[in-house]
Structures are given as structure tokens and as C-alpha cells.
């Protein structure tokens, strides 16, 4: 590394608080209570502070160091300098001739209680990294569309938030009855072009940002065995836009009246 150079290093993100991004969240979030539409989003997510977020936060989580089929882990991140960092990124996104390509997504079946295998997609992790750089812009604009009864994957709330608010319901709407249910392979069945449609009506109109997308969504997943398919429906449990894709499926879905308000 060149003299002078100084690694990407936890330390060094801590300078100032979320790069100025902050403030550009916050104006993200009240453009889109509004109701405008943004087609200008890849500037702002290939911007270098929001690189350097996304690699902080991303450093941040334990998953960072399980590898994906290309056998990189955060510490081959880490270990170039920040410039680097932030041009590679740009050109997995836009430099490269075919556009951005994400690598085969790793399959690891995980053992559930009942017996039975959750399916977990571990994405390679400079794409991780691309995912993060793209949910940290879209987060707030979909945030201000969401329901306010809604509290699965979503930052700043939790069970104990869930709980509090219908123990609220109980008490004050004199409701009674509280029902459980979990819709059966929901990763594995999402309808990509019912989901770029609906981030197209949540305002999110940046042409290339939506091409990026379906590229996440296509990317090829590296099955236990060797093989290799590529997936026509479904978002891999496991990416870190995944859970994001979950929430932005549900936000436009026809709710039903007798349910009103639904606590999920």
C-alpha cells in the first residue's frame, strides 16, 4: 500500500457521524412524505460518504466475515484504502462493459426446529456492500410510506414496540382477538415485476437504480451441490436488501378491512 495511505478501519469511519448523510436522510424522508418522485438516487448511493457508511455499518455486523462463493470476507475490504474502496465500488456498478454483475449468490441450508431447511443466500461481499450502499438511500423514502402499524425489519422498532402498541389497541378499542399467521415461503415466491412496479409507485423512478435492482434480483445462486440456477421469483434470505424487499412487497398490498389496524 503507498506511503501515507491509511487502511479503511472502524476507527477512522468514526470521525464524523454517518459522513453528512444524516441531513440528507432526513431531506430524503420529507421529500417523499410529500409525494415526490426521485430519478436522480444513483448519485447519492455511489456518493463516497455513503460508501464509507455502508462499509461501517455493514463492519458493524458479524455476518460480514462468512464468505460468499467468491471466499472474501470483510477483511479484504478493509485492507484497502478508503479511495480504492469507494472507486471499486463504482465500478462493479457503472464502469463495468455489461453493467453491474452480481457474483452467484452462495446457498446454505440452514436446520429449522420442525426438521425441515431454511434456504439463506449469502451474497459475495463487495456485492453486500453495493446492497448496502442502495438500502441506505431507499430507507428513507420508503420509510415515510409505511404503515405506522408496521414493525417486522424495520430500524428503530422491535417486538417490544409491537407489543406495547397492541397491548394499546386492547386497551382502548376494545379488541379481542389477536391472529397469528406466516405466509409460507415468502422470499422464495416474491414476483419481481410486481415489486419494481411498486417501487415505482413509491416514487423510486431512477431508471438505472431500478436496472440495478433486477440485477440483485437475477443474481445467480450457487446451490449446496455445485450446480447453479438462476431464480425467476423469490429474493435470497440472507442479502442485506432482502428483508428491505420484504417490507416494500407488503406496502402496497390491499389490506382488509376487518383487520383494521394490523399490527405487523
Not at 478508503?82 to 440452514?110: A, C, F, L, M, W
Not at 416474491?190 to 438505472?208: E, P, R, T
Amino acid at each position: 500500500m503507498p506511503k501515507g495511505k491509511k487502511n479503511l478501519s472502524v476507527d477512522s469511519l468514526r470521525h464524523a457521524e454517518y459522513y453528512g448523510m444524516q441531513s440528507k436522510f432526513d431531506n430524503l424522508y420529507q421529500r417523499s412524505k410529500e409525494g415526490d418522485d426521485f430519478t436522480d438516487l444513483m448519485q447519492l448511493i455511489l456518493g463516497k460518504d455513503n460508501i464509507l457508511l455502508a462499509y461501517r455499518n455493514i463492519k458493524a455486523n458479524i455476518g460480514s466475515y462468512t464468505a460468499g462463493t467468491d471466499n472474501l470476507t470483510i477483511n479484504d475490504i478493509g485492507c484497502l484504502p478508503p479511495d480504492t474502496v469507494v472507486e471499486r465500488v463504482r465500478y462493479y456498478v457503472t464502469g463495468s462493459q455489461h453493467g453491474y454483475r452480481p457474483k452467484p449468490v452462495r446457498r446454505k441450508e440452514i436446520p429449522k426446529p420442525n426438521g425441515s431447511f431454511r434456504p439463506l443466500g449469502i451474497p459475495c461481499i463487495w456485492d453486500r456492500l453495493i446492497q448496502q450502499c442502495i438500502k441506505q438511500i431507499l430507507e428513507p423514502i420508503c420509510e415515510a410510506k409505511f404503515s405506522t402499524n408496521s414493525y417486522g425489519f424495520r430500524p428503530n422498532r422491535s417486538v417490544e414496540h409491537a407489543i406495547s402498541r397492541t397491548y394499546s389497541l386492547l386497551q382502548r378499542s376494545h379488541l379481542h382477538y389477536v391472529l397469528e399467521f406466516d405466509i409460507k415461503g415468502f422470499f422464495d415466491n416474491v414476483n419481481h415485476s410486481k415489486l419494481i412496479k411498486q417501487l415505482w409507485a413509491l416514487g423510486i423512478k431512477d431508471k438505472q437504480l431500478i436496472y440495478v435492482i433486477k440485477r440483485i434480483l437475477k443474481a445467480p445462486i450457487r446451490m449446496p451441490d455445485g450446480s447453479t440456477i438462476i431464480p425467476d421469483r423469490g429474493t435470497p434470505q440472507g442479502g442485506i436488501i432482502c428483508k428491505c424487499f420484504k417490507r416494500w412487497r407488503r406496502v402496497i398490498l390491499p389490506q382488509c378491512c376487518y383487520t383494521k389496524p394490523i399490527i405487523s
